[in-house]
């Protein structure tokens, strides 16, 4: 047997595949066979490292050290100094990696550690091979609950783990599953939205294509929990890497067995099939998206009756982000308690957050709930590029709030930020620097929703053509005093009166806007 | 996707795609449920959706004509109009626009003279906005059919292009 002393982990998402990841992959493979060395270093593929914009990044263990940036060109002095001479190459050694605290103790970098739940596997396994995430502890969770819980307590142990929806809204996720055990039905649906259209959002993605598997033992304990046998995976039609690894991971499921009849010798039988969206941000809400399931346009229901009473074909069906799953099979293997030590009280366990616009370091983190926002933005996010201020943020996609720096101290929860009447949602932060004219922002997020709403109902249909024209007015200066009132005037009866979150969530962005940047916009009107 | 690029001449080779049409859509027959990912597979193969390929879709599927013009029309995938051999898609989500991609945009609009959701006079290249791809990290990006560009500077627009005849 072979015994392999390195082994390097290259990044293949569909960032770094655009950086050439491939091209230095075969580099890499054809470099160490020259110096015989292709028997003791082993280069594996694995999903997103988490750190994004950097060209191809790749990690070489044991000694923990991540490359940034390294081109086709870099592989030969790369493997001869590390690899060949054990002399690490300073000048692409990436300082700012994150560390993480629960899968290994390496200390890579300046930054803080992250406890990693969700992401645990994400850039440690070859996301393609089922054998990896099951010797990475994969699968467990389900058989100790096939062979020793009953759905009941699959159910009871989430609603005590206090796990919230990670989709935007954050409803308890043990209530849903309650909701959805208690209905009668013989035919029940799970369903995974991973929908993820919030513009700024991309950690379903990277969840998907870097630990497929670990969503698919999410659902299969939602269709045990709640009575299920048959589950969809509803996703980005423009999320090619990620449905291919889905349906890959599904594939392989099937041939292990882990999907189909008699899952683990117990009765249990569950199946996944892969559904792709067409391009509409409105299909993120879950009646829509079930309306597009079904092959029909992506138009809200009205609720009630909720999914969980009469959803996918009129069947109960149970709706989950990516998210929100993959903490799940984390859950049901160590313990609701285990679960209630990261984060605070009212809102427990860790979130992934992208964490974009005018920082150094952009790209995707998990940290505790109740980290202050200053502490992401500072620490994880590498303060703001090119020495410039920090103005502003807009949290949670363009659903999101706009917040300006006497909120950095804000501890981010799902409770505590509707307090603040601000909102986590998909968990997108973007970072907006002291040049960024917030008018024209808010301008851009209106023309989103304009071009976004579905049209099915008035007050979000002519309200957000009315906001965008009245935005456009504003932004070249020729709106007066009195459209600032108009602009909240008209969100505040979208909010009252649109059928969905889509029209009735656009009052966030525009009065926090005004609220926090109100100078900026009386600027520009007379 | 290469029968997409694989066509010179539209007019003829349309009418030559209508059997593989029918081959890819078997496995939906009767069933109005899996409208979507038939209409998926018949925009791949023509590059849009012709009306002929519509009604055979609509009559194999068994949905009305009105259904599948409604869900056409609904998602902005897909398209009733020829398209360029290759997509070019902008993106205007937010991450991107505090970045600059508005300028992105107006130089592919000045470059190849046209606006956007319009397609060169030679079919070379359509050009669309999309709402965020997910690639926010690498702001502004742009998509040129599957292949994703990051930290696209105006003055390397057309150096990106050449790539695609």
Known sequence: MNIVRNHILISIDAGTIMAGAKAVEDALIKELT???????????????????????????????????NVTVRDVPELVEEHLLKGRPLKRLILTEAPKRTIVTKEKTGLLKEQPRIVLRNCGFINPENIDEYIAAGGYEAIAKALHGMTPEDVVNEVKASGLMGRGGAG??????????????????????????GEPGTFKDRLILEGD???????????????????????IRGEYGLSIERIEKAIADARTYGLLGKNILDSNFRFDIFVKKGAGAYICGEETALIESLEGKRGHPRNKPPFPINAGLWGKPTLVNNVETLANIPEIIKNGAEW??????????GTKVYTILGHVQTPGLIEAEMGTTLKEIIFEYGGGIKDGKAFKGALIGGAAGAFISSEMLDVKMDFVNLREYAAALGSGAILVMNEDTDMVDM?????????????????????????LVEIIDNIAVSKGKKEDLDSLLEITQAMKSASFCPLGQSVSLPVSSALKYFRDEFMARVS | MELEHACQCAQINEEELYPKLEELIEQHKGKPTELI???????????????????????RLNVPMSTVCGVISFYSFFSTVPKGRHSIRVCLGTACYVRGSQHTLERVEKELNIKVGGTTEDRRFS????????????????????????????????????NYE
Request: proline fraction near 4%; hydrophobic fraction near 40%.
């Open chain 1, 34 to 68: 020259k110096y015989g060395l292709d028997k003791e270093v082993s280069v594996l593929e694995t999903g997103s490292l988490g750190i994004t914009g950097r060209g191809v990044v790749l990690v070489v263990y044991p000694e923990g050290i991540y490359y940034a």
């Open chain 1, 339 to 348: 679960y209630r030590g990261y984060g605070t009280d009212k809102c427990p």
């Open chain 1, 442 to 466: 808010l301008k851009n997020v209106l023309h989103f929703f304009k071009h976004e709403s579905c049209g099915h109902c008035v007050p979000c249909r002519l309200g957000t053509a009315k």
């Open chain 1, 171 to 196: 409803f308890p996720t043990g209530l849903k599953w309650e909701f959805a055990i208690k209905t009668p039905g013989e035919e029940k649906f799970v369903i995974c939205n991973a929908d993820e």
């Open chain 2, 37 to 59: 990912m038939a209409l998926h597979k018949a925009q791949n193969l023509f590059g849009y959706l012709p009306k002929k390929a519509q009604e055979i879709i609509s009559e």
């Open chain 1, 212 to 234: 497929p598997h670990k969503l698919i033992e999410g659902m299969l304990l939602a269709g045990y929990a709640i009575g299920a046998q048959t589950g969809f995976v509803y």
């Open chain 2, 127 to 162: 050009l669309d906005v999309v709402r965020c791809i997910g690639a926010c990290g690498l702001a502004p990006a742009m998509l040129v059919d599957n292949d994703v560009y990051g930290r696209v500077k105006s003055t390397k627009i057309m150096d990106i292009l050449k």
